[in-house]
């Protein structure tokens, strides 16, 4: 089964291959691809930070040829006037039937919503905000935010679990 990821993103992908490698048993290929999500860089709101994911999975499914297709998206929403992180994951069949999950929300401090709301992106002001570089490619602003407890491998892996679950659902009630 060839498997789709609309992502460079290493903890993205890594969180894909951890998922489906230990869930499916048949022999798996992959291929990680840069997609267009169609919404903006920094998404700001839960249907944007879907929308992103849903498109990030059908554009892989249509560009790798693959069985299925993954799409993680990252996102902020606001909530009663308190920026939350937001991410969603999608699967995208060849069928044309997709699943879509939503993973962790906590808050963001104030500090860092104020930059967001300033036009900056979450990844950027993460870095600068722990004089690191390319928080979204390994911890995430998720491990950040919670002192390394969860990092953003396994909150996707947790979206990806959702969406395997759904999948292997569909296929055991839908014939």
């Given at each position: 089964?060839?498997?789709?990821?609309?992502?460079?993103?290493?903890?993205?992908?890594?969180?894909?291959?951890?998922?489906?490698?230990?869930?499916?048993?048949?022999?798996?290929?992959?291929?990680?691809?840069?997609?267009?999500?169609?919404?903006?860089?920094?998404?700001?709101?839960?249907?944007?930070?879907?929308?992103g994911s849903i498109n990030r999975?059908?554009?892989?499914?249509?560009?790798?040829?693959?069985?299925?297709?993954?799409?993680?998206?990252?996102?902020?929403?606001?909530?009663?006037?308190?920026?939350?992180?937001?991410?969603?994951?999608?699967?995208?069949?060849?069928?044309?039937?997709?699943?879509?999950?939503?993973?962790?929300?906590?808050?963001?401090?104030?500090?860092?919503?104020?930059?967001?709301?300033?036009?900056?992106?979450?990844?950027?002001v993460m870095d600068d905000f722990?004089?690191?570089?390319?928080?979204?490619?390994?911890?995430?602003?998720?491990?950040?935010?919670?002192?390394?407890?969860?990092?953003?491998?396994?909150?996707?892996?947790?979206?990806?679990?959702?969406?395997v679950g759904q999948y292997f659902?569909?296929?055991?009630?839908?014939?």
């Amino acid at each position: 089964m060839k498997v789709g990821i609309g992502t460079t993103n290493k903890a993205k992908v890594g969180a894909v291959l951890s998922v489906m490698t230990k869930y499916f048993h048949d022999i798996l290929t992959f291929e990680h691809i840069s997609v267009d999500s169609g919404v903006s860089a920094q998404p700001m709101s839960t249907e944007e930070t879907r929308k992103g994911s849903i498109n990030r999975s059908q554009n892989a499914l249509a560009q790798t040829g693959a069985n299925l297709a993954f799409g993680l998206e990252g996102g902020v929403t606001m909530i009663d006037d308190i920026m939350y992180l937001c991410n969603w994951g999608s699967l995208a069949l060849e069928n044309g039937k997709v699943f879509t999950a939503a993973g962790a929300q906590i808050p963001l401090p104030k500090e860092i919503a104020d930059q967001i709301l300033a036009g900056r992106e979450l990844g950027p002001v993460m870095d600068d905000f722990i004089h690191q570089l390319d928080t979204r490619q390994n911890s995430g602003a998720i491990g950040i935010l919670t002192d390394g407890m969860i990092d953003r491998k396994e909150m996707f892996e947790h979206i990806l679990q959702q969406l395997v679950g759904q999948y292997f659902f569909y296929q055991k009630y839908s014939k």
